[in-house]
């Protein structure tokens, strides 16, 4: 069981953590396979490529647009994780608004699995800048800036 320390001290086990739960993206679409830590400063995620992927292009592996998804994702489920585990209120989802500076330096192949890290940079009401490092192994593969604006659960309605 890995605990990590979070919030006050508490420990939280994130591997009881199910990813459908603070994301609405389903296979084959879903980027994101776990929720390997959170902290005020960084979340972090991991990703199993696989062949059955719609980003993944056997000829090519897995494209340029899975990164910036997979990078999207898990800014998304740092808002999905706030919300249900730490604010204990319905989970949000977040909506990407823009990239900007994004670098893809490798492209993975199947089989590879990914660590993405998120942390905000910035945040202005609802809409918040992440900087991303998408990592093979120790490898940067990826890297840039998102800005991602947090819906309304509440109002049935998003905040764009």
Request: proline fraction near 6%; hydrophobic fraction near 40%; charged fraction near 20%.
């Amino acid at each position: 069981m890995k605990t990590v320390k979070y919030i006050e001290g508490e420990p939280f086990d994130f591997s009881a953590v199910k990813i459908e739960d603070i994301l609405p993206q389903r296979p084959p679409v879903l980027v994101v396979s776990s929720l390997l830590s959170h902290c005020p400063d960084e979340t972090v995620t991991a990703f199993n490529v696989g062949e059955d992927n719609v980003f993944f292009d056997p000829a090519r592996g897995f494209c340029a647009e899975g990164l910036m998804e997979n990078a999207a994702q898990t800014c998304s489920a740092r808002i999905g994780f706030i919300s249900r585990y730490v604010d204990m209120r319905p989970v949000s989802i977040g909506l990407l608004c823009r990239i900007r500076n994004y670098s893809v330096h490798s492209l993975p192949s199947a089989g590879d699995t990914l660590r993405t890290c998120v942390s905000a940079s910035a945040s202005v009401g609802q809409m918040t800048i992440f900087k991303t490092r998408t990592f093979r192994g120790e490898e940067l593969i990826a890297e840039g800036e998102l800005a991602v604006a947090e819906s309304d659960p509440g109002s049935g309605e998003n905040v764009i």
